[in-house]
């Protein structure tokens, strides 16, 4: 047995798509210690994890306001200041042999530096996935790009002086923190240009397990289409949004569930249409399993979830990697992509009427959905990391 520090952000995005993982190394006999915040910690305490938590550094934060690349660096180069200290707490009492860490976040190459541990990246989006260098001619984000620049600049000099570090901090290792290993949750298919990633890339397609979160089930008729729509947890609330997909699927012949969060109260809707069933929140991969249609913000793990069960997508991107996830859905074939500026309640209609028809062929889209399902998951997740171990002699 051995004992792994996990470390992750505090995002349901980067956090779900890693609890299969965490089952299957329990299982295993190793010992996980995971960390990052609090809510999390029941689901990986169910799973036989021991939790740390730190403060959520995202959580006063709006997601839709983080708009330039360098932005996003700095807030998660802000994030060692919260997540480091946790992490040299734990070591005090705790010996580990080695690390497992989000690309993104968790400040894996640091960690793996200080502890002097061998690591390995869990990558739960595209491998350069963040558009980075986007050319623009607009004086205003030109000016404001090398404010940040100079704002990461003196930032990362900070935090090198105060927990001592050594590495370099450059702003696309602090975006990207790649490992000896690097577990890539989607397969080969589904990444633009996989053909050019090194053999320390593995693709291992979702690793699926239940959340265990209290959820209520729509009561769905049998032999009824059905349409599910959700934009996750962190671009949720957008109550305009939703009305309009009450207008656009009020004559639905069939049901149409919605999970809308916890930053909406259903009740703020007056006129939900009959064949609409609203909910906090719903058990994702129950509803996948049946599900025709999937209205999405294209967030990575939804999406891998949707193409697992062969759920054609309708992505309606709202911030960060989702205008690239939603772009490579359709030119894949398994959707579309609608844009949420000029998304109408016609336009949503004829697309899910698209999808349901038999103009719409499926056969790409069972073809990715088979490339997920074949990548292997937990299990194959798990036979990379014995030879991880094997090769580090851990």
Known sequence: MSNVLFVNGPASGHVYPTLGLV??????????????????????????AVFAAYD???KNGDPFQTRLYLSLVIKILKSYEVILPCIMELAKRQSFDYIIHDSMYGCGNVLADMLGLPHIA??????GAEVKHEETRNPDEINANLRLVRQFADLAGKVRDKFGIRRRLDIDKVFFNEGLLNLVCTSSHFQPDSGVLGEHYCFVGPCLTERGF???????RKGHRTVYISLGTQFNHVQAFYELCFEALAGFDGHVTVSVGNRIDPAVFPDIPGNF????????????????VFITHGGMNSVNEALYFNVPLIVIPQAADQPLVGKRVEALGAG???HKHTLTADTLRDAVEHLLSDRFNREPLVRLGE????????????????RFKKAYSI
């Open 23 to 48: 089952e299957e190394l329990v299982q295993a006999g190793e010992q996980v210690y995971y960390v990052s915040s609090e809510e999390y910690r029941e689901p990986l305490e169910r799973l036989g």
């Open 56 to 58: 959520n550094f995202l």
């Open 122 to 127: 869990i990558c739960t989006s595209f491998i």
């Open 214 to 220: 209290p959820t209520e089930r729509p009561v769905v």
């Open 277 to 292: 069933t609203v909910l906090p929140f719903v058990d994702q991969l129950d509803m996948l399993k049946t599900a025709d």
């Open 336 to 338: 579309l992509m609608l």
């Open 371 to 386: 490339s997920l399902r074949t990548a292997g998951g937990q299990q194959k997740a798990m036979e990379e990391i014995q």
